[in-house]
């Protein structure tokens, strides 16, 4: 079945320090990976997609098919950036979503 | 241009009640998703329509859960005889085009439901 895992519910880095959320998917074909964020009291939205092979507020995500990993990663994070991550699979005709249960981070000054 | 809405933002119903969520996508938009999100856990989908088309609902959790989207635009989720297992926050998403994986999915604020 599709899966996609999370396994931090919570990162607390400092300001400038490197920053790694984890995600972990399980799927039979070849996947469509992206990472959403939601900022406080703002909707979900798409930060980046693998496909796009893109960096998004400085943050990249690369896709390894041998360990069924998308962890995004960022050199040095900013306040701005705690939010809560979302990493996800699109899967079927219908480009439904399988999300994780997500990662809160939180950057401290 | 305005983004996906929904409404109402906040619902509180007693158990036993019937509720109708709202979603006003994007204009242009075919496609139209459903997702659930209980507390503490990421989206789940719901069901799918293509313009006016329920094509896949294979996530709705019960037959109390009703979806419609009867001219291509605004949908409405209705959920019959409510549950405190309903108790969640939904999100509709809109997407401009179907069955393509590079279409980016916008979502809107969600509706916060609270059974008693």
């Known amino acids: 079945a599709q899966r996609v895992t999370q396994p931090e519910k919570l990162l607390s880095v400092f300001k400038g320090a490197p920053v790694e959320l984890k995600c972990n998917y399980s799927y039979s074909g070849s996947p469509e990976l992206f990472w959403y964020v939601q900022y406080s009291r703002q909707r979900l939205q798409l930060l980046l997609r693998h496909i796009s092979r893109e960096s998004i507020k400085g943050f990249t995500a690369d896709l390894n098919k041998g360990e069924t990993s998308f962890h995004l990663k960022k050199p040095f994070a900013q306040e701005e950036d705690s939010a809560m991550y979302y990493c996800a699979l699109s899967w079927g005709a219908t480009n439904k979503l399988i999300f994780g249960t997500g990662t809160l981070l939180a950057v401290q000054p | ?116």
């Open chain 2, 1 to 116: 241009g305005a983004g996906v809405s929904q409404s109402p933002r906040y619902k509180v119903a007693k158990r036993g009640q019937d509720v109708a969520l709202r979603c006003d996508p994007i204009s242009g938009h075919v496609s139209l998703f459903w997702y659930q999100q209980a507390l503490g856990q990421g989206p789940e989908f719901l069901t799918y329509f293509q313009n006016e088309a329920q094509l896949d609902k294979s996530g709705l959790p019960s037959d109390r859960f009703f979806a419609e989207r009867p001219e291509g635009s605004v949908s409405t989720l209705k959920i019959q005889r409510t549950q405190q297992e309903d108790s969640a926050v939904y999100l509709c998403a809109s997407s401009l085009v179907t069955g393509q994986s590079t279409d980016t999915q916008y979502f809107g604020p969600g509706t916060r439901l609270t059974v008693l």
